[in-house]
């Protein structure tokens, strides 16, 4: 069994800062790509970031040079600086891991349970 347990949501006025963080536990072999993604009411699930095992990270035009992705392998977490929140960030926070199990070279996709973010105005 995998979990991605996520945290760090909450409500914050525009102009302010939030960090979250997802920590992957279970019986892991090894930590493909770790991701965010959101999903405003009434919209489908985007791209926010993803962070590969080594090299560079991605993303969405919405959210760079104010967003920034960072992992901790040795913790298997993943984490999301976002600041200049805008009340247009306000989504539910989903993580993303992507993994595999000792012996198996298929690669398996989770999901953690969702971070409310609330930007005011």
């Known amino acids: 069994q995998v979990q991605l347990v996520e945290s760090g949501g909450g409500l914050v006025q525009a102009g302010g800062s939030l960090k979250l963080s997802c920590a992957a536990s279970?019986?892991?072999?090894?930590?493909?790509?770790m991701g965010w993604y959101r999903q405003a009411p009434g919209k489908q699930r985007e791209l926010v970031a993803t962070?590969?095992?080594?090299?560079?990270?991605h993303y969405a035009d919405s959210v760079k040079g104010r967003f920034t992705i960072s992992r901790d392998n040795a913790k298997n977490t993943v984490y999301l600086q976002m600041n200049s929140l805008k009340p247009e960030d306000t989504a539910v926070y989903y993580c993303?891991?992507?993994?595999?199990?000792?012996?198996?070279?298929?690669?398996?996709?989770?999901w953690g349970q969702g971070a409310q973010v609330t930007v005011s105005s």
């Open positions: 993303n891991a992507r993994l595999f199990f000792e012996g198996s070279l298929e690669e398996y996709s989770y």
């Open positions: 279970g019986s892991i072999f090894s930590l493909n790509a």
């Open positions: 962070i590969p095992t080594g090299g560079s990270a």
